[in-house]
């Protein structure tokens, strides 16, 4: 979508542990989006992004009235007006595209969250992991090393009518060797899998147990987009998941976007 | 830390002379009593004219790997650091120790003392603590406990107990229960000239300093902050006012409070057991030795003590009037990774305090610097949160 | 084909000597040797097809059908839900506890439920589940005790939500904060929160160890306390006589298990293997059960006796096996997994520490119970328990010692270290400590087993050694 003339424009910037987002944002709507892998100097991520959304909506810096940076590589982002947490950001990404949210799962590479609004998009309550890579996405990627599959073909899989096979422990790595020994008891992948999908799910509900379940459930980050894990997480919380169109791993910097607008800059 | 309040300052410099104050004293024939707990009658110590040295140091992830080596991986942070000191005996306190005296309120540090027994030969006293005060026989266990410790105290004093020095020992510690109070509710004012990192400092400089001299430093710097004015106004963004709760922040572990500083929140108060809570509900009615057992038996209880009613657990009715008393915008609960007296409870914390209005984050780390992000991470956003909401209220008033 | 969906047999050929081996008796009552053999051939399968896997590793029965003793102990514990259900029914009081002072619960006229217990009562409640059924709705249990816990939390402790969800009935909460496990106590305390909470009364377990009288009279008075707030809910008012009777009656079967452990440690070849020899140390937690266990021990130690004269083995162990003693809590090696590697478990610390009690029969019933408790080798100081495993290492002929303990249990890994430290300087054996994580059949599988067989390879080389010089 093209910027209005003489509407403001905003820019949210999400550099994540794996990937790099922006969203480019007006009143009228969203323009454009981009993502890019990290990669080791997030600093040089957040100013290569922020340049391509530029470009792609053909504005030139001084035109963008405010720049919001969040996720982990934020501190970095001294371009940006303003940072501010990735879980303020999904709060407001999510409720921007879908107002009834109360409940937000986000699962990134690193960690995971719980976050619960109130009817305006304010952060009421949030858990995180701990330290430990157990519900996040980067266990269904040691999984997916294991299974010699990509990360989607895991989900399609789990989607079958095998019997779920629990996973039972706790470490990544530990379970990377539980999963060869049922392999070798004869278990079948897709149990198998179905039980991974299970256990992620499980950690999640764990999390959210402690601030609470309520309202419309949105998924974010770039696991929401693995079908397996969207019905996993269905499952153990017992409720429906909003689905949308929007990509779910452009949230945060959506929510970064929609923020800067809310900043009253000082010009 | 604040360099301006001159009080402060010589209270920094008495810490520093203290190691070789207490190996002078040593060589003078003098004895040092370490103690780690939660219900040593500190008193006692040094009523019989011992040295008491509350040894309280964390924050060094290196020193709590070395600790793990003997006890475990899965146990508390600062308890695997306890170990780690006296591995290394680099520690100048450590060093000075003719005893340690710790107590049975948390069953991880009493296990970790029999280590220290076991391992480096320290002499260790023991105390016990009851749990369960539903039956009288509680009471004259803990009587019977403090009269066996005060004998080993005795013992190492080469002398009975005199009661005047007990009287003059009591009303010295009351002075400076009262000194503390008196310092944390001028940090809960608007605009004080120190902050919660000063205040922790100050009450952490009182586990080692001679106490009469301490408590003198104490009235200095009251007396300093009474005469200076407010600091001054500047245009900041509003600073978000935040409460500490939980197990304890050790000397040397500025993990979360250089977090919160950098996020902007101002902390306002605490009720954790390297603060203030060792001094809330503990009131020596009577100056002898019955009337300081009272004292203890009925002070604010550590989490290691199991509560089974909710309306009536001092720990939350506490600190919900701590909320109110500071205006706490919230409440961060600081455990650390296997504390299970801590961590267990903060679903039921949160939930009182829900009861008054008053979010609480439960900020739970160890010594070692990987989780710092995370923690900011969730820091942030909760000051995030309660800055929004305080906005939302300021304009609702408008 | 997959090993875990086979189900275990016992063979027809040993049916005519088990049908003349005699019965059980519960509650006055005789249960056939026929009756038991149908049970755990016909009913027992269809009813609980998980609990006849034929996997080893997956659990399962002893793969020795000669020992009857042993069948007829799979067939009391595959029962004692039925018997519980029914004296639930007429009104027998469920308590869950962690150890403790068990004669006192039964003096109220209460079941003393320990979690793993209560869990099994919850899991049990839906029959004919195969192992796969089994594990996941075990697993999904245990998840959702999770979500109320922290996750550092020993998973042996998550099964107390099974309480706070009334998955198996519940009347009272009466744990004692022994050494061995604290979590419990704040686990419990986590359900004050609820809206109807189960009544309880966590004891405190007086862990300074000294002479002062002031100990004992503390824990006693917690115990009569607990004997009043059970009165409530039972009508029951525990006179020290009753007390004393059940006592004494402990007493004796506790003496019986002793007996028969030291027949077994004893024996020049080991003539049960590890799974067979944790019968002999069966404990009575119900009173109506205590004709039955009396009877099994008394057939226990008769088989052990024959098979010493007969130089039998047991069934699965390798000639002249390593012998293990386990210490630790709430955790255990799986027995196929150490025979195949040429071990046997020779005794388990915590179950011991059970077995080698015994409470004065005389005075003051409550003050006895203390005093007991308190002496308990379990939970002295490391110097104390250290030297009585190294005295039960000796009396059992170990040739190593292994510690373990669950994954999150703070307790027993603090203690781990110094307790085998001091062990291996006091016999001279090799000891080792390990963390698991009990939290299925599937008991941290690949790792376990590595450092087990390792350990075992280390006794046999050490075993050698010393019989050269």
């Given at each position: 979508?093209?910027?209005k003339?003489?509407?403001?424009?905003?820019?949210?910037?999400?550099?994540?542990?794996?990937t790099?987002?922006?969203?480019?944002?007006?009143?009228?709507?969203?323009?454009?989006?981009?993502?890019?892998?990290?990669?080791?100097?997030?600093?040089?991520?957040?100013?290569?992004?922020?340049?391509?959304?530029?470009?792609?909506?053909?504005?030139s810096?001084?035109?963008?009235?405010?720049?919001?940076?969040?996720?982990?590589?934020?501190?970095?982002?001294?371009?940006?007006?303003?940072?501010?947490?990735?879980?303020?950001?999904?709060?407001?990404?999510?409720?921007?595209?879908?107002?009834?949210?109360?409940?937000?799962?986000?699962?990134?590479g690193?960690?995971?969250?719980?976050?619960?609004?109130?009817?305006?998009?304010?952060?009421?309550?949030?858990?995180?992991?701990?330290?430990?890579?157990?519900?996040?996405?980067?266990?269904?990627?040691?999984?997916?090393?294991?299974?010699?599959?990509?990360?989607e073909?895991?989900?399609?899989?789990?989607?079958?009518?095998?019997?779920?096979?629990?996973?039972n422990?706790?470490?990544?790595?530990?379970?990377?060797?539980?999963?060869?020994?049922?392999?070798?008891?004869?278990?079948?992948?897709?149990?198998?899998?179905?039980?991974?999908?299970?256990?992620?799910?499980?950690?999640?509900?764990?999390?959210?147990?402690?601030?609470?379940?309520?309202?419309?459930?949105?998924?974010?980050?770039?696991?929401?987009?693995?079908?397996g894990?969207v019905?996993?997480?269905?499952?153990?919380?017992?409720?429906?998941?909003?689905?949308?169109?929007?990509?779910?791993?452009?949230?945060?910097?959506?929510?970064?976007?929609?923020?800067?607008?809310?900043?009253?800059?000082?010009? | 830390?604040?360099?301006?309040?001159?009080?402060?300052?010589?209270?920094?410099?008495?810490?520093?002379?203290?190691?070789?104050?207490?190996?002078?004293?040593?060589?003078?024939?003098?004895?040092?009593?370490?103690?780690?707990?939660?219900n040593?009658?500190?008193?006692?110590?040094?009523?019989?004219?011992?040295?008491?040295?509350?040894?309280?140091?964390?924050?060094?992830?290196?020193?709590?790997?070395?600790?793990?080596?003997?006890?475990?991986?899965?146990?508390?942070?600062?308890?695997?650091?306890?170990?780690?000191?006296?591995?290394?005996?680099?520690?100048?306190?450590?060093?000075?120790?003719?005893?340690?005296?710790?107590?049975?309120?948390c069953?991880?540090?009493?296990?970790?003392?029999?280590l220290?027994?076991?391992?480096?030969?320290?002499?260790v006293?023991?105390?016990?603590?009851?749990?369960?005060?539903?039956?009288?026989?509680?009471?004259?266990?803990?009587?019977?406990?403090?009269?066996?410790?005060?004998?080993?105290?005795?013992?190492?004093?080469?002398?009975?107990l005199?009661?005047?020095?007990?009287?003059?020992?009591?009303?010295?510690?009351?002075?400076?229960?009262?000194?503390?109070?008196?310092?944390?509710?001028?940090?809960?004012?608007?605009?004080?000239?120190?902050?919660?990192?000063?205040?922790?400092?100050?009450?952490?400089?009182?586990?080692?300093?001679?106490?009469?001299?301490?408590?003198i430093?104490?009235?200095?710097?009251?007396?300093?902050?009474a005469?200076?004015?407010?600091?001054?106004?500047?245009?900041?963004?509003?600073?978000?006012?935040?409460?500490?709760?939980?197990?304890?922040?050790?000397?040397?572990?500025?993990?979360?409070?250089?977090?919160?500083?950098?996020?902007?929140?101002?902390?306002?108060?605490?009720?954790?057991?390297?603060?203030?809570a060792?001094?809330?509900?503990?009131?020596?009615?009577?100056?002898?030795?019955?009337?300081?057992?009272?004292?203890?038996?009925s002070?604010?209880?550590?989490?290691?003590?199991?509560?089974?009613?909710?309306?009536?657990?001092?720990?939350?009715?506490?600190?919900?009037?701590?909320?109110?008393?500071?205006?706490?915008?919230?409440?961060?609960?600081?455990?650390?990774?296997?504390?299970?007296?801590?961590?267990?409870?903060?679903?039921?914390?949160?939930?009182?305090?829900?009861?008054i209005?008053?979010?609480?984050?439960?900020?739970?780390?160890?010594?070692?610097?990987?989780?710092?992000?995370?923690?900011?991470?969730r820091?942030?956003?909760f000051?995030?949160?309660?800055?929004?909401?305080?906005?939302?209220?300021?304009?609702?008033?408008? | 084909m997959?090993?875990?969906?086979?189900?275990?047999?016992?063979?027809?050929?040993?049916?005519?000597?088990?049908?003349?081996?005699?019965?059980?008796?519960?509650?006055?009552?005789?249960?056939?040797?026929?009756?038991?053999?149908?049970?755990?051939?016909?009913?027992?399968?269809?009813?609980f097809?998980?609990?006849?896997?034929?996997?080893?590793?997956?659990?399962?029965?002893?793969?020795?059908?000669?020992?009857?003793?042993?069948?007829?102990?799979?067939?009391?514990?595959?029962?004692?839900?039925?018997?519980?259900?029914?004296?639930?029914?007429?009104?027998?009081?469920?308590?869950?506890?962690?150890?403790?002072?068990?004669?006192?619960?039964?003096?109220?006229?209460?079941?003393?439920?320990?979690?793993?217990?209560?869990?099994?009562?919850?899991?049990?409640?839906?029959?004919?589940?195969?192992?796969?059924?089994?594990?996941?709705?075990?697993?999904?249990?245990?998840?959702?005790?999770?979500?109320?816990?922290?996750?550092?939390?020993?998973?042996?402790?998550?099964?107390f939500?099974?309480?706070r969800?009334?998955?198996?009935?519940?009347?009272?909460?009466?744990?004692?904060?022994?050494?061995a496990?604290s979590?419990?106590?704040?686990?419990?305390?986590?359900?004050?929160?609820?809206?109807?909470?189960?009544?309880?009364?966590?004891?405190?377990?007086?862990?300074?160890?000294?002479?002062?009288?002031w100990?004992?009279?503390?824990?006693?008075?917690q115990?009569?306390?607990?004997?009043?707030?059970?009165?409530?809910?039972?009508?029951?008012?525990?006179?020290?006589?009753?007390?004393n009777?059940?006592?004494?009656?402990?007493?004796?079967?506790?003496?019986?298990?002793?007996?028969?452990?030291?027949?077994?440690?004893?024996?020049?070849?080991?003539?049960?293997?590890?799974?067979?020899?944790?019968?002999?140390g069966?404990?009575?937690?119900?009173?109506?059960?205590?004709?039955?266990?009396?009877?099994?021990?008394?057939?226990?130690r008769?088989?052990?006796?024959?098979?010493?004269?007969?130089?039998?083995?047991?069934?699965?162990?390798?000639?002249?096996?390593?012998?293990i003693?386990?210490?630790?809590?709430?955790a255990?090696?799986?027995?196929?997994?150490?025979?195949?590697?040429?071990?046997?478990?020779?005794?388990?610390?915590?179950?011991?520490?059970?077995?080698?009690?015994?409470?004065?029969?005389?005075?003051?019933?409550?003050?006895?119970?203390?005093?007991?408790?308190?002496?308990?080798?379990?939970?002295?100081?490391?110097?104390?328990?250290?030297?009585?495993?190294a005295?039960l290492?000796?009396?059992?002929?170990a040739?190593?010692?292994?510690?373990i303990?669950?994954?999150?249990?703070?307790?027993?890994?603090?203690?781990?270290r110094?307790?085998?430290?001091?062990?291996?300087?006091?016999?001279?054996?090799?000891?080792?400590w390990?963390?698991?994580?009990?939290?299925?059949?599937?008991?941290?599988?690949?790792?376990?087993?590595?450092?087990?067989?390792?350990?075992?390879?280390?006794?046999?080389?050490?075993?050698?050694?010393?019989?050269?010089?």
């Amino acid at each position: 979508m093209l910027k209005k003339k003489n509407e403001a424009l905003f820019v949210g910037v999400d550099i994540g542990s794996l990937t790099t987002k922006a969203v480019a944002y007006s009143p009228s709507g969203i323009i454009v989006t981009a993502m890019i892998p990290t990669g080791v100097i997030p600093e040089k991520s957040g100013r290569e992004i922020l340049e391509n959304v530029l470009a792609s909506a053909d504005v030139s810096r001084k035109e963008v009235n405010a720049v919001v940076a969040t996720g982990y590589g934020r501190i970095t982002a001294e371009y940006a007006d303003k940072t501010i947490t990735e879980i303020t950001c999904h709060a407001k990404g999510a409720h921007y595209l879908h107002a009834s949210t109360r409940t937000i799962v986000d699962i990134g590479g690193q960690d995971c969250k719980v976050i619960r609004l109130d009817e305006d998009g304010n952060v009421a309550d949030f858990a995180m992991n701990d330290k430990c890579a157990a519900g996040t996405g980067r266990f269904l990627e040691v999984i997916s090393q294991v299974f010699k599959i990509s990360l989607e073909e895991m989900g399609t899989l789990a989607q079958s009518e095998a019997p779920l096979v629990p996973i039972n422990n706790t470490c990544t790595v530990f379970a990377e060797s539980e999963i060869i020994s049922l392999l070798a008891r004869g278990e079948r992948a897709e149990s198998i899998l179905k039980g991974v999908f299970r256990a992620i799910a499980s950690r999640v509900s764990g999390i959210a147990a402690r601030i609470g379940v309520d309202g419309d459930v949105f998924f974010s980050g770039g696991v929401a987009k693995n079908c397996g894990m969207v019905a996993a997480l269905e499952e153990v919380l017992q409720c429906p998941i909003v689905s949308l169109e929007f990509d779910p791993q452009l949230v945060g910097a959506l929510g970064a976007a929609v923020l800067a607008s809310e900043l009253r800059v000082k010009s | 830390m604040n360099t301006s309040v001159i009080a402060i300052d010589n209270i920094r410099a008495a810490v520093a002379r203290r190691p070789a104050e207490l190996a002078v004293a040593r060589q003078a024939g003098k004895k040092v009593v370490g103690w780690i707990g939660y219900n040593i009658p500190e008193e006692l110590i040094h009523a019989c004219g011992l040295i008491p040295i509350r040894i309280c140091q964390g924050g060094d992830n290196r020193l709590a790997e070395i600790g793990a080596n003997y006890i475990s991986t899965q146990n508390c942070f600062f308890l695997r650091q306890c170990i780690g000191l006296f591995v290394e005996r680099q520690d100048p306190y450590v060093r000075e120790l003719d005893a340690l005296a710790t107590d049975t309120t948390c069953l991880q540090l009493y296990r970790m003392a029999t280590l220290l027994e076991h391992y480096f030969q320290t002499n260790v006293i023991f105390l016990g603590v009851p749990k369960n005060r539903e039956v009288p026989e509680a009471d004259a266990y803990f009587t019977q406990e403090v009269g066996q410790f005060l004998s080993q105290m005795e013992k190492m004093a080469g002398r009975p107990l005199d009661e005047g020095s007990l009287t003059r020992t009591l009303k010295l510690f009351a002075g400076i229960r009262q000194a503390i109070t008196q310092l944390y509710e001028y940090l809960a004012n608007d605009r004080p000239l120190i902050s919660w990192r000063d205040v922790l400092e100050v009450v952490q400089a009182g586990y080692c300093l001679d106490r009469a001299q301490y408590l003198i430093l104490l009235q200095e710097l009251l007396g300093e902050l009474a005469e200076r004015a407010a600091a001054p106004c500047r245009t900041v963004e509003r600073r978000v006012r935040v409460l500490l709760a939980g197990s304890l922040i050790a000397r040397g572990d500025t993990k979360l409070i250089t977090i919160l500083e950098e996020c902007g929140a101002r902390v306002v108060g605490d009720l954790i057991w390297s603060g203030m809570a060792p001094f809330v509900n503990l009131a020596v009615k009577e100056y002898s030795l019955a009337g300081l057992v009272a004292a203890y038996y009925s002070r604010l209880p550590h989490g290691a003590i199991p509560h089974m009613e909710v309306d009536n657990d001092d720990r939350l009715i506490v600190l919900q009037e701590l909320a109110k008393k500071t205006r706490a915008n919230g409440i961060v609960y600081y455990s650390l990774r296997y504390c299970d007296p801590f961590s267990f409870k903060v679903l039921c914390t949160k939930n009182a305090m829900k009861r008054i209005a008053v979010p609480l984050m439960e900020a739970q780390t160890e010594y070692s610097p990987e989780d710092t992000e995370n923690l900011r991470t969730r820091v942030e956003a909760f000051v995030e949160m309660l800055d929004c909401a305080q906005a939302r209220r300021e304009w609702q008033d408008e | 084909m997959n090993k875990a969906k086979e189900i275990f047999r016992y063979p027809e050929e040993i049916k005519a000597a088990f049908l003349a081996s005699g019965g059980l008796t519960f509650e006055n009552k005789q249960v056939s040797a026929e009756e038991i053999w149908r049970f755990m051939t016909v009913d027992g399968p269809t009813r609980f097809p998980a609990s006849f896997t034929i996997d080893p590793n997956l659990g399962g029965f002893s793969p020795d059908v000669d020992f009857f003793a042993g069948i007829k102990h799979n067939y009391y514990r595959l029962t004692e839900f039925d018997r519980l259900r029914n004296r639930y029914q007429r009104g027998k009081k469920i308590v869950v506890v962690q150890d403790g002072p068990t004669e006192l619960l039964q003096a109220c006229g209460c079941v003393a439920a320990r979690p793993p217990f209560h869990w099994m009562w919850a899991m049990r409640d839906v029959e004919g589940l195969s192992l796969e059924e089994a594990e996941r709705r075990n697993s999904a249990l245990r998840n959702e005790c999770k979500k109320c816990m922290p996750a550092e939390c020993c998973s042996i402790v998550a099964p107390f939500h099974t309480v706070r969800t009334s998955k198996a009935p519940v009347d009272f909460l009466a744990p004692v904060s022994y050494m061995a496990c604290s979590d419990a106590v704040f686990t419990i305390e986590t359900t004050r929160s609820d809206d109807n909470p189960v009544p309880s009364f966590i004891m405190d377990f007086p862990v300074h160890d000294h002479s002062g009288s002031w100990r004992v009279e503390y824990l006693a008075a917690q115990f009569r306390l607990l004997a009043r707030k059970l009165g409530a809910i039972t009508s029951i008012k525990v006179t020290d006589e009753a007390l004393n009777t059940v006592i004494v009656r402990q007493n004796r079967l506790r003496r019986l298990a002793r007996e028969c452990t030291k027949l077994w440690w004893d024996a020049p070849t080991p003539p049960l293997n590890s799974s067979d020899r944790f019968v002999l140390g069966l404990r009575c937690w119900e009173q109506e059960d205590e004709t039955a266990v009396i009877e099994l021990l008394t057939e226990a130690r008769a088989e052990v006796a024959r098979r010493v004269t007969d130089r039998i083995k047991g069934a699965g162990i390798v000639d002249d096996p390593v012998r293990i003693l386990v210490c630790g809590s709430c955790a255990h090696l799986n027995a196929h997994m150490v025979e195949q590697a040429g071990g046997v478990i020779v005794g388990n610390e915590e179950w011991l520490n059970n077995m080698t009690m015994h409470i004065d029969e005389t005075g003051d019933p409550f003050i006895n119970l203390a005093s007991a408790a308190c002496a308990m080798p379990y939970e002295q100081p490391p110097e104390k328990r250290a030297a009585w495993i190294a005295q039960l290492a000796q009396m059992s002929r170990a040739d190593g010692v292994i510690f373990i303990y669950n994954w999150g249990c703070n307790y027993q890994s603090a203690m781990a270290r110094v307790l085998m430290d001091i062990v291996k300087t006091k016999t001279g054996l090799p000891t080792t400590w390990l963390d698991i994580i009990q939290s299925g059949r599937q008991t941290s599988g690949e790792q376990l087993r590595t450092r087990v067989e390792a350990f075992i390879e280390i006794m046999q080389r050490h075993r050698a050694a010393k019989k050269i010089k």
